[in-house]
């Protein structure tokens, strides 16, 4: 249950409309991430492996959007990888 509601309220965060500008929102997304990471570390495994499907999809993407999360993983996802 807490394992699923970890992720879920990360991927909800995303899709939930606040009225933050794009920077805001990004840190928002990561301190509650990291909340849920330091509670059930199952949750840090699950975010991986989601995002490692995403980087594997980049090339059905905008050019833009490929550079977003490309940078994004960059700079978030591979310092908790590592």
């Known amino acids: ?10 991927t909800e965060l995303r ?13 928002y997304n990561i301190q509650s991430m990291l909340l849920h990471m330091a509670s059930d570390y199952r949750v840090v495994i699950l975010k991986l492996f989601d995002r490692l499907h995403n980087m594997r999809t ?3 993407m905008k050019p833009q959007k490929q550079k977003k999360i ?13």
């Open 1 to 10: 249950s807490s394992l699923v509601e970890g992720v879920t309220k990360i």
């Open 15 to 27: 899709d939930y409309e606040i009225p933050m500008d794009k920077e805001t929102k990004n840190v």
């Open 58 to 60: 980049l090339m059905h």
């Open 70 to 82: 490309a940078q994004e993983t960059f700079d978030i996802f591979v310092p908790i990888a590592d």
